[in-house]
């Protein structure tokens, strides 16, 4: 085995953020590669097989253009560079930090972290229509709601429209205490958090007091015509087909609509079909509708949540296989 070494300077007023605490970063590489980094002050030497060194200097690079830039390198930061690696593309994590779709009320930007997301990104700003399907943590939801703002405050739409299905997830609405705002309420939180981060608790009670803003439930959107607004259908794997086409029927001049959702948890009746799952069936083919499906490399969570998702992938697989297998055992045993 054929082992290589690779020295060079790592900027010293860098090293600390792409470290990591506790040189976490660095181990993370070694361990994914399977090479030895030796850190002495700026001094930084990889130690491996030639096309590993090779990946783990593109990694670091990529970090530390990053780290210029002035990001805080993180975890995910590091996980989507190896990913990315393992095509030889750990450069191309680079190229995400030049779009900036807003910044926060803390001034923080908030930027695609993915290439899913930038093509999420993408669709947004040149579809009318689209749809944004993927698992938990991917931002789907967030970046939607980013989006809205930004074509609010630069005066594209007049109003932003938030809603969801209050669909029971377990428990009865009815059981839950106070008037139906009240019982809603739940249901439409994430929307709020994302608002209150973004914009700011008190522009958005400002703007919402003029009913500049608006958050409601579904079943609020019938017999209505949307004109020059954003809206943002979230959890759309648990609307019906009737109340999906209602929704997408509602879409009026100058407006644009995103719709997002995860297929992988429905909470309609079992065997339900879901609205979003007919819905990207039927439009699919539409030029005007984009359709983007973030994947478990899109998670932007903690790296923990990218490993739940993945474990249920493979176990929803492995159950899909055994079931298939059944099938055509049941129809074999049937035809004799």
């Known amino acids: 085995m054929n082992l290589i070494e690779i020295d060079f300077q790592l900027p010293g007023e860098y090293a600390a953020n792409i470290f990591g605490q506790f040189d976490s970063f660095m181990k993370k590489i070694e361990k994914t590669l399977h090479i030895s980094i030796v850190l002495r002050g ?3 030497k990889l130690i491996g097989k ?11 690079d990529s970090l530390t253009e990053l780290a210029k830039r002035g990001n805080q390198v993180t975890e995910q930061n590091v996980n989507y560079a190896l990913a990315l690696s393992m095509e030889d593309k750990a450069s191309d994590i680079v190229g995400l930090d030049k779009e900036v779709i807003c910044h926060t009320v803390q001034g923080k ?9 930038k093509d999420y990104i993408d ?10 399907v993927g698992p938990a943590g991917t931002g789907k939801t967030y970046l939607a709601m980013a989006a809205a703002i930004t074509a609010f405050k630069n005066n594209e739409v ?10 029971e997830a377990g428990e009865k609405l009815g059981f839950l205490p106070g008037d139906l705002q009240s019982k809603v309420d739940p249901y439409l939180r994430p929307l709020y958090d994302a608002l209150y981060e973004i914009m700011g608790a008190d522009t958005f009670l ?3 007091e003029k009913g500049l803003i608006e958050v409601a439930p579904l079943a609020y959107m019938r017999g209505r015509t949307l004109d020059n607004a954003f809206i943002v259908l979230d959890e759309a794997q648990n609307t019906t087909p009737a109340q999906m086409k209602m929704f997408l029927t509602r879409i009026g001049f100058g407006s644009k609509a995103i719709i997002t959702g995860d297929l992988t948890q429905k909470d309609l009746p079992f065997e339900a079909k879901s609205g979003l799952e007919e819905a990207i069936q039927v439009l699919g083919k539409i030029d005007d509708i984009g359709i983007c499906e973030l994947t478990n490399r899109d998670v932007v969570r903690h790296p923990l949540v990218q490993k739940i ?7 929803e697989n492995k159950q899909a296989k055994k079931k298939n297998h059944r099938r055509k055992e049941n129809e074999y045993h049937h035809r004799k």
Do not use: C, L, W
Request: glycine content about 4%; aromatic content about 6%.
């Open 50 to 60: 030639e096309r590993d060194v090779k990946k783990a200097k593109e990694v670091i």
């Open 206 to 208: 400002k703007n919402m």
């Open 42 to 44: 700026d001094s930084v």
């Open 109 to 117: 930007a908030v930027k695609p972290k993915t290439h899913g997301q």
């Open 123 to 132: 669709a947004i700003n040149n579809k009318m229509i689209v749809f944004g």
């Open 309 to 315: 998702v993945t474990a249920y992938d493979d176990y």
């Open 158 to 167: 007049n109003r932003i429209i938030m809603t969801r299905p209050a669909i």
